[in-house]
């Protein structure tokens, strides 16, 4: 640009600024407009050198662009000046409207601040307003004029003319580094947005590929998979099945969408489910499936997870369901093979003493021993405390005589046991209200807590239970011992049964034909009890029958008709041979163990089998 004096510009000179803005708007790029910067300055303003000094986000500058010279574009672009640093030059300069020109003096000891700079080599001014060298003139780029944030520096070196700028070359400078600050921060928008479609449309590429495949993953799954609808009215309403729980639960896609997990779940699984599908989990559970011969049930392994749609969308319920039927069933066999007897399918000892265990509780004995406890005691099961817990007594005979004198907890009318006499089974019967006697003789119980009740009987003459206690258990009490009168009272009858004359079959015949044997007479004593009760092997030829809910005649004569059932001829490998059968009879009372049960059992049954020959054991 030729030097001119004020108002007088060429129009020459206002084409080439007008050239040079006009560039800036045709860049399409931001590197583009940064060239085009610095293109500018040099062919339309008349400066030989121009450098644009762009601010990182990190607030460092760096040389972006350069015009006027290769040797110093391939020098110093892409070099980093420090923010601190160039605030220092801008300060120390001298102050040209917007622009800061720096002397040759101060930028000398400004140098090593670590400003990226390119000094051409030339002579001292010789008059004052001459372009020294090592001059500067800075033109500080802002968004928004002066008040907004630093865009960069464009840095101009080496004036055509050789001379400082005048009035109308700063004015021109300083027009176009505004114009330069609109362009660049255009540029940079334009690139923002530019990479955000770019971005955008590789997310949106993304997405449709993981739809995708979570569509193929979802159809084409091996095992059952759904959507269901999280919350609400249809909270569980399934949304979405695929093709493998549809197999499962024999219906289609269209019909499951009828439904909801909650309908399909087993009633007792209903609570479990929920308590899973609230926040995502997992859980076994038993399902509704629709079968040609009906309905039924099958075991699955369920798992939630929690998904929205959108950051603030409904959520989902993604339900993947596997089937465990044949795994349960294996665990079901295992669990079998664990309680029950291999050779007779009987429940074994262990799940035997189990099934006692479920029945009792720590609650001590509300009575003191009765005569057949007393026989015990002659074998071994003697307790010296009995006694000592019921103060109230100084001898049993005293404790019978205010407890069954005149039948107080009945009339002593039992009804048959069940079946066996071709009657109802045992509560199905109408019975009338006990009386209790009067007057009533209290007898404190002390349990083994330490606390104290008045077990007097209730309006219906049954003994009261505790206040406060017990009341979801009920206790497993005893008839009356013999010698007594028979008052109704049912109880857990627990019948040991002895085989006599096996071990000579064994021995003679072989281990094959008493294992037939053994097999047969489990037939026979679970032929012979109701549904409910519980015959047991407990290992060799020893049997244990649980009769719930029996009196004492009932119990004896379930013996009996056990034992007439047993002596039958028995056909083993083409032969027919016999054995007998010894029962001892006991009662299960809450306050003892399962052992102290069955031990009592078991020693009833040695003194009823050493009350009969060995001839009459044998056939009966």
Request: aromatic share 6%; hydrophobic share 35%; net charge negative.
């Amino acid at each position: 640009m030729e030097t001119e004096s004020e108002p007088y510009v060429r129009l020459a000179t206002m084409r080439q600024l007008h050239q040079a803005v006009s560039d800036l708007a045709t860049a399409r790029s931001l590197a583009d407009t940064l060239q085009a910067v610095v293109d500018g300055v040099v062919n339309g303003i008349g400066w030989e050198l121009a450098a644009v000094n762009i601010v990182q986000p990190d607030g460092d500058l760096v040389v972006a662009a350069l015009s006027g010279s290769d040797a110093a574009d391939s020098l110093l672009t892409g070099r980093i000046g420090p923010r601190t640093a160039w605030e220092r030059r801008l300060a120390a300069a001298e102050q040209w409207g917007a622009l800061r020109f720096l002397r040759h003096d101060i930028a000398r000891q400004l140098e090593s601040d670590g400003i990226p700079a390119w000094y051409t080599p030339g002579p001292e001014p010789r008059f004052a307003d001459e372009w020294h060298p090592e001059d500067q003139l800075l033109a500080p780029m802002y968004e928004s004029g002066q008040a907004g944030d630093l865009v960069g520096v464009l840095a101009v070196d080496r004036p055509r003319d050789g001379r400082r700028p005048g009035a109308w070359g700063c004015e021109a400078l300083q027009m176009y580094a505004a114009q330069a600050a609109t362009a660049i921060a255009n540029a940079r928008l334009r690139s923002n947005m530019q990479r955000a479609l770019v971005r955008l449309e590789r997310e949106q590429q993304a997405l449709r590929a993981s739809e995708e495949s979570f569509r193929q993953a979802f159809e084409y799954a091996p095992s059952g998979m759904a959507i269901a609808e999280l919350g609400g009215e249809h909270h569980g309403r399934v949304l979405r099945a695929n093709d493998a729980l549809c197999r499962l639960l024999g219906r289609s896609a269209s019909a499951l969408r009828r439904w909801s997990f909650v309908d399909l779940a087993h009633p007792e699984d209903v609570g479990v489910l929920l308590r899973t599908s609230a926040e995502g989990g997992r859980t076994e559970l038993r399902l509704r499936r629709r079968e040609k011969s009906g309905e039924s049930y099958v075991w699955v392994h369920l798992r939630n997870s929690v998904v929205a749609d959108a950051a603030d969308g409904p959520r989902f319920l993604l339900t993947h369901v596997e089937d465990i039927e044949d795994r349960k069933r294996r665990e079901l066999h295992l669990a079998h093979r664990a309680s029950h007897d291999a050779l007779t399918g009987l429940p074994n000892s262990a799940e035997l003493r189990s099934r006692l265990a479920a029945r009792l509780c720590e609650r001590p004995s509300s009575r003191p021993p009765t005569p057949v406890e007393s026989l015990d005691a002659a074998y071994g099961d003697h307790r010296p405390d009995a006694f000592a817990r019921h103060e109230n007594y100084e001898s049993y005979e005293e404790y019978a005589a205010a407890h069954y004198a005149g039948e107080p907890y009945g009339t002593g009318a039992v009804a048959p046991y069940g079946p066996y006499g071709g009657e109802p089974p045992y509560g199905t019967e109408a019975r009338q209200p006990y009386e209790a006697p009067s007057p009533y003789t209290p007898h404190p119980v002390t349990d083994s807590g330490g606390h104290t009740y008045d077990l007097g009987p209730d309006a219906a003459g049954r003994p009261a239970a505790p206040a406060g206690g017990y009341e979801t258990h009920t206790h497993a009490v005893a008839p009356p011992p013999e010698g007594l009168p028979d008052n109704g009272v049912k109880g857990l009858a627990v019948l040991f049964c002895d085989l006599d004359g096996f071990k000579p079959i064994n021995d003679r015949y072989g281990h094959h034909v008493g294992d037939a044997v053994l097999i047969e007479v489990a037939r026979r004593l679970s032929g012979g009890v109701r549904d409910g009760d519980t015959v047991a092997r407990l290992g060799g030829d020893e049997f244990v029958v649980l009769a719930d809910g029996v009196g004492r005649s009932d119990a004896e004569d379930l013996a009996v008709r056990l034992r007439t059932a047993i002596t039958q001829p028995i056909r083993a490998d083409g032969r027919s041979v016999r054995v007998g059968a010894s029962f001892g009879i006991g009662w299960a009372r809450c306050g003892e163990s399962p052992e102290e049960v069955l031990q009592s059992a078991d020693q009833r049954m040695y003194v009823e089998k050493r009350s009969r020959s060995r001839q009459h054991r044998r056939a009966i």
